[in-house]
């Protein structure tokens, strides 16, 4: 059997709200896991229970105090929890894509431009990272009329749209999923199977988190159960 | 001996304990960091932290009480910046380094055009061949949006945005490894933020420059920042990925921060 692409050990989380009190929120304690190449792992449970903090937790958006969060990267392994920010932001460019809830929309810039910018930073030129990228956003159905401009007036559907597009225009080996789908209608949510069967026939690991349960059923290879923290797992 | 890529792996500047006090009164204390090359570094927190004292002293406009700097060159030495002679570190202003200041007029010749304002920086680092300077001049005035047939006005008579634009020009026309920037969208309104900050990240991001950013402002930090810095009375409190800082702060001072900032 091959090496995981992601190995979790030992991982715990707590939030200190230093403002508050000085109040200690535990998240989870003491999270074994391991994903390998080619599966969907779904994260279910209740809301509360850290499946998006432990999504956020591999991409490096939240700090890791305690474990290790080992990701397969350029042949060599990446301990998360210890890497440096430039080497988190290389990692990102090149084996991590994550689509959270919600495009991020900046200021002026067009959604082709959005969309393309993965492929930008991997050092692809701007004609065929804008071509990869308008393939993508007809593939989500955002009609050509809106690709040259901002998403900032679209639909939250439309934006949510751009934001699995931009997600999905380069091939990582690690797709992190945070309830990608909660805005979208029945079509568009079949598009986000294809593209997640696609991903995972290449090879990719993907971890994500689906509220939808028929969604979950279509995509998921294995789920993993969180418990509310101090409950036993 | 480093070979090329041990090259590209190593930090670009490189600061120790930087501290540097006004008689009784701190201005930073103890500030140690590597930036590493085509990195954009944040440095937030209230007005009176030490941010602008701090950004004075790792452009070598002030020279620390204590602490020391050092600086990768092209050629892949290392640079002591201050333990250079007044004339070299001009010399690596002038080739090497941009400053951005919040003010165009600090940064900018209000009594010669814009042109001359940003052609002038290129023959300081010996270009003389007027044709050539006139090019790059109108090329770089372009990649900031400025109107051409503005090219020969002075910049007393651009808007504070448009001077801010031609400030930006004058310091990346000739090529710098490294810009330090203060505020560079502060007092500046929001539309015209917007488009200045778009322009930023561009070219930043087309430059692959390295950069240091500071603003009190958290989503201007978010937008151009690859990591953040949080300044409090002079120390850094908090330091890492941008979006981590912002995201799931640690230090009581950044939560206090990052849950001031009104929602839109």
């Known amino acids: 059997m091959s090496a ?22 535990p998240v989870f304690r003491d999270v074994d896991l391991e994903v390998f190449a080619g599966e969907c792992l779904a994260l279910h ?3 509360g229970t850290g499946k998006s903090s432990l999504i956020r937790l591999i991409y490096g958006n ?34 991590m894509g994550y689509v959270s809830q919600f495009l991020r929309v900046i200021p002026r810039v067009p959604a082709l431009q959005v969309v393309a910018e993965p492929l930008r930073a991997q050092g692809i030129d701007a004609a065929a990272a804008e071509q990869a990228a308008g ?22 559907g439309e934006q949510q749209r751009v934001n699995l597009a931009r ?58 159960a969180l418990a509310p923290a101090g409950a036993a797992a | 001996m480093m070979d090329g ?11 120790r304990g930087i501290t540097h006090s006004y008689g009784e009164r701190i201005g930073c204390r103890d500030v140690t960091f590597d930036l590493w090359p085509g990195e954009v570094l944040g440095v937030v927190g209230e007005s009176g932290s030490g941010k602008t004292t701090l950004l004075n002293c790792l452009s070598a406009q002030v020279i620390p009480s204590a602490g020391s700097l050092t600086y990768r060159l092209r050629t892949g030495d290392q640079a002591d910046v201050y333990a250079l002679s007044e004339a070299e570190r001009r010399m690596l202003m002038r080739t090497d380094w941009g400053f951005v200041h919040q003010n165009p007029r600090d940064g900018l010749r209000m009594g010669v055009s814009a042109g001359a304002n940003v052609g002038e920086r290129l023959m300081a680092v010996g270009a003389r061949h007027y044709g050539a300077i006139r090019e790059q001049v109108t090329d770089w005035l372009g990649r900031v949006e400025m109107d051409l047939d503005r090219i020969d006005d002075l910049p007393s008579r651009f808007s504070g945005g448009m001077q801010q634009r ?45 950069a240091v950013i500071v603003t009190h ?3 201007v930090a978010r937008l151009l920042s690859h990591r953040l810095m949080v300044m409090r009375r002079g120390a850094v409190v908090e330091q890492g990925l941008t979006d981590q800082v912002l995201d799931d702060p640690q230090h009581a001072y950044t939560q206090l921060l990052v849950s001031s900032v009104l929602q839109t």
């Open chain 1, 4 to 25: 995981p692409v992601i190995r979790i050990e030992g991982l715990s989380k707590s939030f200190v709200l230093h403002n508050q009190g000085g109040v200690e929120l």
């Open chain 1, 45 to 47: 449970g209740p809301s």
């Open chain 1, 62 to 95: 939240y700090l890791c105090p305690q474990g290790r969060i080992l990701v397969r990267h350029d042949g060599r392994v990446t301990d998360v929890a210890r890497a440096l920010p430039h080497e988190i932001l290389d990692l990102r460019r090149r084996t």
């Open chain 1, 135 to 156: 393939a993508m956003l007809a593939r989500f159905n955002i009609p050509e009329r809106l690709w040259h401009l901002a998403p900032a007036t679209f639909s939250g």
């Open chain 1, 167 to 224: 997600g999905f225009i380069a091939d990582y080996p690690v797709l992190l999923l945070d309830e990608p789908t909660a805005s979208l209608d029945k079509a568009n949510r079949d598009v986000v199977v294809d593209v997640i069967r696609q991903a995972t026939a290449r090879g990719a690991a993907v971890v994500g988190i689906f509220h939808d349960a028929q969604m979950r059923d279509a995509v998921a290879t294995r789920v993993l």
């Open chain 2, 5 to 15: 890529a041990a090259l590209l792996d190593a930090p670009l500047l490189s600061a």
């Open chain 2, 166 to 210: 031609v400030q930006i020009a004058r310091n990346l026309v000739s090529g710098p490894r490294l810009v330090f920037m203060d505020e560079p969208t502060g007092g500046l309104d929001v539309s015209v933020q917007a488009r200045l900050l778009d322009l930023l990240r561009g070219l930043t991001n087309d430059l692959g420059l390295s």
């Open chain 2, 217 to 219: 402002d958290l989503a």
